[in-house]
Each structure stands twice: as structure tokens, then as C-alpha cells.
């Protein structure tokens, strides 16, 4: 579990060698009894942690029309997961399929040098 203040400053730890520490032995975010779950992205299974939920609005036609086509809505989410068990980066507008589902990436960024945080949107 997450170190005590007490526990850090007696060692002369940083508050990022503590959180990379968490990481390495999946302590806190990545504790599959508390927050993070198996998700299969792309074709492996990784411990992560996904939140999503549907936009109640319909969003436009991408196909140059400005309209708002009845029906089309999108699905939002955000995936955390650990830098060391992914390959390669994921990049905006590229896609990625999550426990079947295709979605597209529309930001991306490490925390820390440690967690990426991906915004994933899907059509529904």
C-alpha cells in the first residue's frame, strides 16, 4: 500500500521514487482488488484502469457535413495503464481496439514517466 509520510522522509525517498516504487509492485492504482482490472488492448490482456461513459449529445458527421445526425452519438473514456506494459505510444487520431471495441485516441500523454493517459472515443 501507499508508504507513509513518516516512511518516505526516513529514507531521503522523493515523492516520485515512492509513486514509481507503488507502480513497479502494483500497489494503489494497479491493485486489482481496488481500482484496476485485466483490459485486453489490441490483443493482450494488461492490468489497467478504464473509465468511459456516453455522451448524451449526437456529434457531428465527420465527413464535412455540419449537421448533427440523429442517432450517432459518441463514447468517451479514459484508459491509465502502465508505460512498461505497452509497446511503442499511443498518438491522437490512431486506433486502438479495448476489449473489442474500436476506439480512436484522441489524446495522449505519460504521467510522471510512469502511467499513460489516454482519451478514447468510440462511436456508438
Known sequence: MMKSIHDIYSRDETFIDSFADDLDDCAVWFDESEFARFH????????????????SQAIAYRAGRNDNPEGIT???????????????????ESQIKLDGTL????DASIIQD???R?????KK
Not at 485486453?40 to 455522451?55: D, H, M, P, V
Not at 476506439?103 to 484522441?106: M, R
Open 103 to 106: 476506439y480512436t485516441v484522441l
Open 74 to 92: 459518441k463514447a468517451v473514456g479514459t484508459l491509465y495503464c502502465r508505460v512498461q506494459d505497452i509497446k511503442g505510444n499511443f498518438t491522437a
Open 40 to 55: 485486453t488492448i489490441g490483443n493482450k490482456k494488461i492490468l489497467s484502469i478504464f473509465t468511459k461513459y456516453a455522451a
Open 114 to 116: 510512469q502511467v499513460w
Open 118 to 122: 489516454v482519451t478514447l472515443e468510440a
